[in-house]
């Protein structure tokens, strides 16, 4: 059971675990502020999300490509279900927010401006049906992703200090045994 | 066999509370993280607040603009000069022509207020400079803006909130606002001397925030710019009405193409860059960047401006921000208001969803 996931993972897995929580604070942060930092957080949100689309799709090919340690066996089936669910349910966050915010910003009309004279194509048409349907979904998909998030920690340290069946060791840094 | 057993766990078990309660703490540190960021831990002014006054004072009018709602949207081109390329690497100062879609307006969140009551009038600019260069602006006809802080000008507007009975200004309020704000006298001074023209088309336009830009060398200049009509000043006449200056810009736009020189204003070193409620001196170098042709107008309710937020930090790669702490905060709350009447717009498109 002290069986690792892919080094790329654990890496990709820890720096995306900064970056993703950093953007949720970013978001929350530039929308309800009028200060000054509003203007940075908005310039860091688009292209650091964007870059939090790349690391996914690139994180979900290499988790496709290799092995996994597996969950330890004398866990409970319903929560081996609810782990791999909750695993499902972040791939798919950390895919579909970025896709969000990307049409947000096409429906309301607005250039996409990663940096300096970098512009990303809209990802739809223009259109006020579907802006008053995305620019909330972002704002929902997001609270979602952060509850998942509080939920997928609390159950790593159930793991770690309850538990202590070496899962979250298997994420950790370490060569693979065996 | 069953006794040992159970002291055993009795044991464990206060160590394991002491497990869970870490866990529990680990957690929370995290969700106190994102409610800081949030603002939900402390009362700092949010671009909601700030919608939300607008909408206190206008009243609140689906699908429309929770400032400046009044207006009507114009189209037309931006011819650039040779000179602007010099200041400049922004797409939109290349030679040619570069479509633009604007808006006149005056401000007030109600879309019925009177125009020759108006204190200013306004327009909003959208210029294609091709991608990464697009240029939002929103420009204002005053000399200098009010106040110099997002915190004051919210202030400002619950001194401006009419009494729900009169509907009037409270005088006090606004008199003693004032006098605690010493730097609104420039606006004030302005106001008291400017009398109106007669048109939008004979209106000079200001961006009262200053920007910087930057040329191919990477030499950055700070520097104001205004749209100045080369239409001719007529005072605005006393029987004007309230309803006058929509139906005058068409005619004159049915007429002939109207235009506005854009027109750069050059900061010294120690002008106040981050305070928009100071003029820079008169003998400031100015620098004619091109030329503003309005050749349509139409009903805002059709337009194509009525979906865009004029968001004055939407800037092309070669023209960036001061550090003036109202463009910010513009474009914060720019994006509630657009969120808030594009969705009424929304359901208004579909009244059966
Ligand atoms: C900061 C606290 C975090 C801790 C302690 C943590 C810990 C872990 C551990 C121990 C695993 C391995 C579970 C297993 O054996 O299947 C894991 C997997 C995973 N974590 Fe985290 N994690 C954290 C944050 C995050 C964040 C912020 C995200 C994404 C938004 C995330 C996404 C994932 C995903 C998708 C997996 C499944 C990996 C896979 O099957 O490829 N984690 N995490
Ligand atoms: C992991 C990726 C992302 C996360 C966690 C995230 C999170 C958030 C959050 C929490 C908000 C505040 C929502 C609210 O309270 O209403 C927000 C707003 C927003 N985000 Fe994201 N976001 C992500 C990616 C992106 C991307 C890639 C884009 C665009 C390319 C984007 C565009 C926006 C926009 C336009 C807003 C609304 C801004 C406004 O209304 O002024 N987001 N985001
Ligand atoms: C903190 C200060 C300010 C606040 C809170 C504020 C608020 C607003 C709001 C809520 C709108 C409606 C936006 C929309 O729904 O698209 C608006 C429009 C506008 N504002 Fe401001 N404003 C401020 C300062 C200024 C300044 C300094 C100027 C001029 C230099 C200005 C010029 C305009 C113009 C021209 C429009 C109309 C744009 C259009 O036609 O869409 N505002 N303002």
New interface residues.
């Given amino acids: 059971m002290t069986d690792h996931f892919h080094w790329l993972i654990r890496t990709l897995h820890w720096l995306m675990a900064i970056a993703v929580?950093a953007m949720?604070?970013?978001g929350?942060?530039?929308?309800?502020?009028?200060?000054?930092?509003?203007?940075w957080l908005?310039g860091l949100h688009r292209p650091l999300g964007m870059l939090i689309l790349l690391l996914a799709l690139l994180r979900l090919a290499v988790r496709l490509m290799t092995r996994q340690p597996g969950l330890p066996p004398d866990m409970p089936r319903l929560q081996q279900r609810a782990a791999q669910a909750s695993h499902i349910l972040l791939y798919s966050l950390m895919i579909v927010l970025p896709l969000v915010g990307w049409a947000t910003l096409s429906a309301?009309?607005?250039?996409l401006?990663l940096a300096?004279?970098?512009?990303l194509p809209p990802l739809l048409e223009?259109s006020?049906?579907l802006?008053?349907l995305l620019?909330p979904a972002h704002r929902w998909l997001a609270y979602a992703l952060?509850l998942l998030?509080?939920a997928h920690?609390?159950a790593a340290?159930?793991h770690a200090?309850?538990r202590q069946d070496g899962v979250l060791q298997s994420m950790l840094p370490g060569r693979a045994k065996k | 066999m069953k006794h040992p057993h159970t002291r055993h766990n009795a044991a464990g078990l206060r160590s394991r509370t002491g497990r869970f309660t870490l866990i529990a703490l680990l957690t929370a540190l995290p969700a106190l993280l994102f409610a800081w960021s949030a603002g939900w831990l402390s009362s700092r002014l949010s671009p909601q607040q700030f919608v939300d006054q607008l909408e206190q004072n206008g009243g609140r009018h689906a699908g429309f603009r929770r400032n400046h709602a009044k207006g009507l949207c114009v189209s037309g081109y931006f011819e650039p000069s040779a000179d602007a390329r010099r200041l400049s690497t922004a797409g939109v100062f290349a030679a040619g022509r570069h479509s633009v879609n604007g808006r006149l307006s005056i401000p007030g969140g109600n879309p019925y207020g009177a125009d020759d009551k108006a204190p200013l009038r306004s327009l909003g600019l959208q210029i294609d400079g091709g991608s990464a260069h697009e240029w939002r602006m929103a420009l204002n006809s005053s000399a200098v803006f009010v106040v110099a802080r997002p915190e004051d000008f919210y202030a400002l507007l619950q001194a401006q909130q009419p009494d729900p009975v009169s509907g009037r200004r409270d005088k006090e309020k606004l008199r003693a606002f004032f006098n605690r704000h010493p730097e609104t006298a420039a606006f004030r001074q302005w106001q008291s001397q400017h009398t109106p023209s007669d048109s939008f088309a004979n209106s000079r336009y200001n961006s009262l925030n200053s920007f910087v830009f930057t040329d191919n060398a990477g030499t950055e200049r700070y520097l104001r710019w205004s749209l100045i009509p080369q239409q001719a000043y007529q005072p605005q006449a006393a029987d004007n009405g309230a309803d006058f200056l929509a139906a005058d810009f068409r005619r004159r736009v049915a007429q002939q193409p109207q235009r506005w020189t854009l027109q750069l204003q050059l900061a010294a070193d120690g002008d106040p860059v981050n305070d928009a409620t100071r003029a820079w001196p008169a003998e400031r170098p100015t620098v004619n960047a091109g030329t503003l042709v309005i050749n349509a107008a139409g009903p805002q309710q059709q337009g194509a401006c009525r979906d865009i937020n004029f968001d004055p930090l939407i800037l092309p790669a070669g023209i960036r921000p001061s550090g003036d702490p109202l463009l910010a905060a513009r474009s914060a709350v720019y994006s509630d208001s657009f969120t808030r009447r594009i969705t009424e717009q929304a359901t208004q498109e579909h009244p059966h969803d």
């Avoid at chain 1, 929350?28 to 203007?39: D, F, L």
Wanted: a positive charge.
């Fill in positions: 929580f949720l604070c970013i929350a942060a530039m929308v309800s502020s009028v200060a000054g930092s509003h203007s908005t309301g009309g607005y250039p401006i300096g004279e970098v512009q223009k006020n049906t802006y008053a620019r952060l998030i509080l920690l609390a340290l159930f200090l309850i």
